[in-house]
């Protein structure tokens, strides 16, 4: 049975809430880069910046995304999976912060691949994680910074964002 | 996808999937390390038994971005031919650990037996199997034509409505037979423009309009002018009276170049033959895509190996999430 945990308005919320986070954390707007991945990280990284860039009087935050499809350990155990653009800043994520995006946070093995990806882009001076949702059952020594709602879980739910950018709606379901 | 035989095998959902992660295959060469781990651990054997630099290296530099170790296995000068002695020679690569098979071969159908007759359990690329098919050059063909048509909004797009002319020896030509049917499946429309020697006979089943005159098949300001070689190495009999008099009424020369539209693309597989099929004019200026087409096959070549290490059996349109 599904239960719908998260509405549009709560979404927004947790989202601003995390963007004034990553203000306070950062001292500031300056040298924030934030690379969703995709598919559902790409638009929520596109929210969250527009919310740091609103909320400093208008200074450009840079919104990307970061692939991992081939980064991932489990290539040969799933059918194909289609890669998505990779899109960082034209000058490079060299002495940047960056804060990766995604949905969900639950084995943490997503979060391992962007790590490696990552390292092959560039350098960055720190590197954040924001999520919309940590169900737990981690698998890595990995968690999140910033983190929009802690949604306890069982293993074999599924928890699953639907973003307007992609799905037509905003919401987070369980079921 | 276990196997790329034939573009014939592809629908078009599956060959815009390909096109689709090839262009980020191409972004990689943009980057600092143009390296992804993607393939680490896996055996890739270039499996040639024909003469081939361009796509023996493309398949080579395709893999080790990928991070594959690369054998190649070259047997040229060998009396090799189908049957029992490819039967040892795959056999024998599989034991070294070979997971995917890249082979080229001078007898039509040769990848196709080593990928259903059992005797190896790798995944198997075609990549050029006599006068049969060249599957990767028809998918770096088609995403070359969709780059320069759609620019940065190729993702997804099909090649709907566009001409493309095909031009010269036909009858020899896996590549031109592998356009076809990546081409058509993509939505172009498919001309071959070709003296009546070499068509082959089977023609008239093909989804193709033939046209016997060249200039008249310019007549119609095709979108896609791609020039084949003469391949001299496969002909055993004349098919033409002098090279002279082919590159008169084939070769896309200084007047036929300058007739066509300016956004027209001229393509042609390499190694050309200039002043023959083609004239130094029409290679070097901007609508030749001959280097896009180099450039552009590594990035095709990585998709088609990725996406043959994903899950054998697998449906391709498996959603990423």
Avoid: C
Avoid at chain 2, 29 to 50: Q, S
Wanted: hydrophobic fraction near 45%; aromatic fraction near 4%.
């Amino acid at each position: 049975m599904d239960a719908v945990l998260m509405q549009a308005a709560d979404i927004d919320r947790a989202l601003t809430r995390i963007a004034f986070e990553i203000i306070e954390g950062n001292k500031g707007p300056e040298g924030l880069v934030l690379l969703g991945i995709p598919t559902r990280g790409t638009p929520l990284a596109a929210r969250i910046a527009a919310k740091i860039s609103a909320a400093s009087g208008g200074v450009p935050v840079f919104a990307g995304s970061l692939d991992i499809t081939m980064y991932r350990d489990d290539i040969a155990r799933n059918p194909l999976r289609v890669t998505r653009p990779t899109d960082v800043p034209s000058t490079g994520i060299d002495g940047t912060t960056v804060v990766l995006v995604d949905d969900v946070l639950f084995s943490g093995r997503s979060i391992r691949a962007a790590l490696d990806a990552l390292s092959d882009v560039g350098r960055p001076t720190a590197v954040r994680l924001a999520v919309l949702v940590d169900r737990g059952h981690r698998e890595f020594p990995i968690r999140a910074d910033y983190v929009g709602k802690n949604i306890p879980s069982a293993r074999q739910e599924r928890v699953s964002v639907d973003l307007a950018e992609v799905d037509g709606t905003d919401r987070v379901v369980i079921g | 996808m276990k196997h790329l035989l034939s573009t014939a095998d592809l629908t078009k959902a599956q060959a815009i999937e390909l096109l689709d992660i090839a262009e980020d295959m191409a972004e990689v060469r943009t980057r600092e390390v143009k390296k992804l781990p993607t393939l680490r651990g896996r055996t890739v054997v270039n499996l040639f038994f024909e003469d081939s630099t361009r796509t023996r290296t493309s398949f080579e530099a395709a893999a080790k971005r990928l991070s594959a170790d690369v054998i190649n296995f070259s047997a040229k000068g060998s009396s090799v031919s189908k049957g029992e002695s490819l039967k040892d020679t795959a056999q024998t690569l599989e034991a070294i650990g070979a997971d995917l098979v890249v082979v080229r071969h001078s007898a039509s159908g040769a990848p196709q037996v080593l990928a259903q007759s059992g005797w190896i359990h790798s995944g198997v690329v075609n990549a050029g199997d006599g006068t049969h098919e060249h599957p990767t050059q028809a998918l770096l063909d088609a995403f070359t034509i969709r780059r320069r048509i759609h620019g940065s909004s190729s993702r997804g797009a099909d090649l709907q409505g566009l001409t493309v002319l095909i031009v010269g020896d036909i009858v020899h030509s896996r590549v031109a037979r592998s356009n076809l049917w990546l081409l058509t499946t993509l939505g172009a429309h498919v001309t071959f423009a070709a003296p009546a020697t070499l068509v082959p006979l089977a023609i008239d089943r093909w989804p193709v309009d033939v046209v016997h005159d060249f200039d008249e098949a310019l007549a119609v300001k095709p979108d896609v002018v791609m020039m084949l070689r003469i391949q001299t190495e496969r002909m055993r009999n004349a098919f033409f009276p002098t090279e002279r008099e082919y590159a008169r009424l084939w070769g896309l020369d200084q007047d036929r170049y300058r007739g066509l539209k300016p956004e027209a693309l001229i393509m042609h597989p390499g190694p050309m033959n200039r002043g023959l099929e083609i004239s130094s004019e029409a290679a070097d200026s901007a609508q030749a895509t001959v280097l896009e087409q180099v450039a552009n096959g590594v990035s095709v070549r990585m998709a088609v190996l990725y996406a043959l290490s994903a899950l054998p059996d697998a449906d391709i349109l498996g959603r990423p999430e």
